[in-house]
């Protein structure tokens, strides 16, 4: 059936379905739920009050004026919390974080008061008028100075600035191999601060119904059981007695896995005061106090052979985590993956260190499609190998495949330790150039270069690492990082599904269906999904990192097969037959060889409430906790063609091919829109978008009016294509695919530009690539052009 | 703050209320009128995610008060299908999957609504630059130009 032909997707649509999402009829007809929709009896407004300041002590507040206006209920200062024992809480870490502060601010835009009043606009007005007295204090702005001996410290309860110091592979066999290469290069390049900035800004509804015990709190939170666990684990609240709701969630991007002061702080009022309390970012709070995503200063080295084999990669890093080391992390990697920096590549000896700094900014690192790092790790090695290519005079396409992991090797294991399940890079890689023209473009640039037009191409073939992950490595706060798949058939056929993973816009409720309906034979109309309310769904870690298809899509599969292996054996009774001798297809059981007597998954879910056979149990579901054996590696070549402007600056990309390759694909309009979705964040990435704060610790890029995020005007044409390697470990063959592009195109979009301008000695340029910055390059190399 | 009556006509519904002077256009829409499909992104009139018809223009409802409304005639996104049956420009972001998170979505299909209503056969790049007050961080744009395209097709009869 054409897609164009149904709207509301009606019968079995298994894998690799084209059909429209579920979840769209709510949102077209303004019907979704976010949490700033949702209106209780009696809800009060919570407002913050923020710092001024990135770095000061609190000398004295005074509430007397602000208390003063009608319609003011309470206001909360850190001392008031601190008598809860919620002044700090613990971070995913290990760290903790300040809720409201007592004694000092650590940075500009930290949340200082709290008022709530019976609408945000008295809020607002109360909040403008607390009184606060602050002795400003030195800011800790640059890591790097962070660091050093003599630096002011941004705790007032840990000693030094230092958060951590991480390091993996073979330091000295990495140093020997860099002693010994024919070619070494080496580059600096800062991976700036950016913030993800979703649509929706992060909020919270909180009531506690004091008759029960019970509290329920609706949150824009991409991992809401996990969420409960600390709440219970810090309020002492029963967890049972705890209710979180993620609704429709307007975007999560990573950055709405944090716990913020403000969940924590309506929490507390809706308890003390009896009301449900709402609190609602406006964007510039959010984008001054939220996660941020990257800041890390990277020096990179490659080793090689003259004929371009590439030997050694050694890395060093340091890496910003403002004031608290809050990085929403797996817990034995305080860099996230990083160690997925040898990338695409068969290299013999890689050493990697990083080194993490408290600063005067807010908490985060890993939000934005990272991964947990990977965005740094890809781009790091994919500048460094352009780097190189353009150091041995290779092109850059040719010695990408010379090193290439070849497909026979697979799985591969790196030295850095991963086992890199399935992957033909080659093949994607031929497949972009193919689609591209590559060597007629590169034919076009040498053309326009004796013109003196400025012409670059860029590519990125990127390894991605996704799903976490198994047991053994991976736990947020000690909790394994599984997840699950809860699905129940009711007797008329109709199926309730319920996942612990929580989409924010990636099509969950639809691709969910399809692989049930692709096992059960159930029409995908018939099956609801549902995500994101803690006392209905089974305990999930969320969705993030590109996880969910690799863990509760699994886990998807496992149940229905359960399902069916429970169906198969009723039907056998059914059909009075050998369960060995029934057959399924399409929905349908039937005797082998006898495919006209058959029994429908819908006869088979009725019989089971009906006509169970002895010896069991009635009724008709499975509950999987999948615990995935490994990672998931999908992979991409992308290749980017841009022309710059010699009188402006302006680097305009042309084309855009991007080759994805995420196994076997269970909606390809959805992978498409994701991957676009993911091209365009790293399009703004490397043109448009930064966090940067001056010396004093005052933010650059705290709202829309400075953060750019591309419209439709910037944004180009995606031209998208893919190659199937399938996943050997995963139930469907599936890999994540969601953060692929964000992680994989800034790496094109900048060797682009930088192979455009090579030939006038240019090695690098930092992101983003603003018009000024090349226009200033063209200046110095004395190329621009006045017209 | 002394509060002012207006009568604001919505999707053809007459909401009726005391307000302060200061109160957001979006935030009668949402808060008095208890329309929620109109979303707040940002604080600086950037975003569009408060798009609303008002009188047969396209406004960031952010950027007006409501006592500027008073007496007009407003369009929100539940206004847009007519007896059950989806609005070409909403089954075509439907069928082109130009949402995905969907909170720009009431907002982008409002101005939508306006660029094919002053030009019904719009270029692509008419269409991206008929939307660039419109901010959406999910789908990268493409499909959202597609999804237009096939309502102006629709809307034509084409389809």
């Known amino acids: 059936m054409a897609i164009e032909e149904t709207l509301i997707p009606e019968g079995i649509h298994g894998m690799g379905h084209k059909i429209r999402r579920k979840e769209d009829t709510r949102f077209l007809q303004g019907k979704g739920m976010y949490v700033d929709d949702i209106k209780l009896p009696g809800m009060a407004y919570l407002v913050f009050v923020r710092s001024p300041y990135a770095h000061a002590k609190i000398k004295k507040i005074n509430l007397e004026k602000a208390k003063s206006i009608p319609g003011v209920i309470d206001i ?14 613990p971070t995913l870490m290990g760290d903790k974080m300040m809720v409201l502060p007592i004694d000092k601010v650590v940075f500009q835009g930290q949340e200082v008061v709290a008022v709530i009043a019976e609408d945000k606009y008295i809020a607002t007005d109360a909040a403008n008028q607390v009184e606060i007295e602050y002795e400003p204090l030195e800011p800790v702005v640059d890591p790097r100075k962070a660091l050093e001996a003599n630096s002011p410290l941004v705790r007032p309860d840990k000693n030094s600035n230092l958060v951590f110091k991480w390091e993996a592979g073979d330091r000295d066999l990495t140093d020997k191999i860099f002693k010994e290469a024919e070619v070494t290069v080496s580059q600096d390049f800062y991976y700036q601060r950016l913030h993800v900035a979703y649509m929706e800004p992060v909020g919270s509804v909180a009531q506690y119904e004091p008759v029960s015990g019970k509290l329920t709190l609706w949150m824009t939170t991409q991992a809401p059981h996990v969420v409960r666990t600390v709440f219970s684990l810090v309020t002492k609240i029963p967890e049972n007695k705890i209710r979180i709701v993620s609704p429709d969630i307007g975007g999560g991007f990573g950055g709405k896995v944090y716990v913020y002061p403000g969940y924590v702080v309506s929490t507390y009022a809706a308890i003390k005061l009896g009301r449900p309390i709402k609190w609602i970012n406006t964007r510039s709070e959010d984008m001054k106090s939220t996660a941020f995503a990257r800041d890390f200063h990277i020096h990179g080295e490659l ?72 965005t740094e790790a890809v ?71 004796k013109k003196g037009e400025l012409m670059g191409i860029g590519i990125s073939t990127f390894v991605e690492i996704v799903g976490a992950g198994p047991a053994d490595l991976f736990d947020i706060v000690g909790i394994k990082m599984f997840d699950s798949a809860e699905i129940r058939i009711h007797p008329t056929g109709k199926v309730i599904a319920r996942f612990g993973t929580r989409a924010q816009g990636q099509g969950h409720e639809t691709t969910y269906a399809q692989i049930i309906s692709e096992i059960l034979g159930i029409p995908v109309e018939d099956i609801i999904v549902e995500e994101g309310d803690t006392d209905t769904c089974p305990y999930g870690l969320g969705t993030y990192a590109s996880r969910s298809t690799p863990t509760a899509g699994a886990a998807a599969a496992v149940s229905s097969r359960k399902i069916l292996d429970k169906a198969k054996k009723i039907a056998a009774h059914l059909l009075e037959a050998r369960e060995e001798d029934i057959e399924f297809d399409k929905g349908r059981f039937y005797v082998r060889g006898y495919p006209d007597k058959f029994k ?15 010896n069991m149990e009635a009724g008709l579901e499975a509950i999987t906790y999948y615990n995935p054996p490994n990672m998931t590696f999908p992979f991409g070549a992308y290749i980017c063609v841009v022309d710059i402007d010699k009188g402006t600056g302006q680097v305009k990309v042309r084309r855009f091919v991007a080759v994805d390759d995420c196994g076997n694909i269970i909606n390809p309009v959805i992978v498409d829109g994701q991957i676009m979705g993911a091209l365009t964040m ?54 994540g695919v969601g953060e692929s592009a964000t992680v994989g195109s800034p790496a094109a979009f900048v060797n682009a530009t930088v192979d455009a301008l090579s030939h006038l ?25 006045n017209e | 703050m002394q509060k002012v009556h207006v009568k604001i006509n919505i999707n053809e519904k007459p909401y009726e209320a005391e307000i302060e002077p200061r109160l957001l ?59 059950g049956k989806l609005h070409p420009i909403q089954e075509g972001f439907w069928v082109k999957h130009g949402l995905q998170c969907g909170y720009c979505t009431p907002g982008m299909i409002m101005a939508a609504y306006q660029l094919l209503k002053k030009n019904p056969n719009p270029s692509e790049e008419e269409i991206r630059i008929g939307i660039s007050g419109n901010l959406c961080r999910c789908t990268g744009y493409q499909n959202i130009v597609e999804a237009i395209k096939y309502a102006s097709e629709k809307m034509k009869g084409e389809i």
Request: aromatic share 10%; proline share 5%.
């Open chain 1, 76 to 89: 909360i200062t850190g001392e008031e919390l601190d008598k809860a024992g919620l002044s700090w809480i």
């Open chain 1, 303 to 374: 080793a090689a052979k003259k004929d371009g084999t590439i030997l050694g990669l050694r890395i060093n890093v340091i890496s910003d985590h403002g004031a608290f080391y809050g990085d929403a992390n797996p817990s034995k990697f305080p860099a996230g993956l990083f160690s997925i920096c040898t990338g695409a590549y068969d290299i013999k000896a890689a050493y990697v260190e990083v080194t993490g700094a408290y600063t005067n900014k807010p908490a985060g690192g890993i939000a934005y499609r990272c991964s947990f790092r990977v």
């Open chain 1, 379 to 449: 781009y790091t090695i994919e500048r460094l190998v352009d780097i190189l290519a353009h150091e041995l005079h290779m092109d850059p396409a040719e010695l990408r495949l010379k090193n290439f992991i070849p497909p026979e090797k697979f799985p591969y294991k790196s030295v850095l330790g991963w086992t890199y399940d399935s992957g033909n890079y080659a093949a994607a890689l031929k497949k972009a150039m193919e689609k591209i023209g590559y060597y007629e473009l590169r034919k076009e640039q040498e053309e326009k270069r």
């Open chain 1, 600 to 614: 429908s998954i819908q006869e088979v879910a009725f019989a089971a409430y009906t006509n169970p056979p002895p």
């Open chain 1, 682 to 735: 790293g399009f703004g990435t490397s043109f448009m978008e930064e966090i940067r704060y001056d010396e004093n610790g005052n933010i650059y890029g705290g709202s829309f009016a400075e953060y750019l995020i591309p419209t439709a005007v910037e944004t180009p044409r995606w031209e998208l294509d893919k190659t199937v390697t399938p996943s050997p470990h995963h139930p469907l063959g599936a890999k």
């Open chain 1, 761 to 785: 000695g240019v090695k690098h340029v930092e992101m983003p690539i603003l018009p000024w910055k090349v226009w200033e390059i063209l200046k110095d190399k004395g190329v621009s052009s």
């Open chain 2, 25 to 83: 256009l979006v935030h009668f829409i949402r808060d008095i009128a208890g329309l929620t499909g109109t979303h707040i992104g940002c604080d600086t009139t950037n975003c569009g995610a408060c798009t609303v018809i008002l009188n047969g223009k396209a406004v960031k409802s952010c950027t007006m008060f409501a006592v500027q409304a008073n007496g007009k005639d407003v369009i929100t996104i539940e206004g847009l299908a007519k007896d």
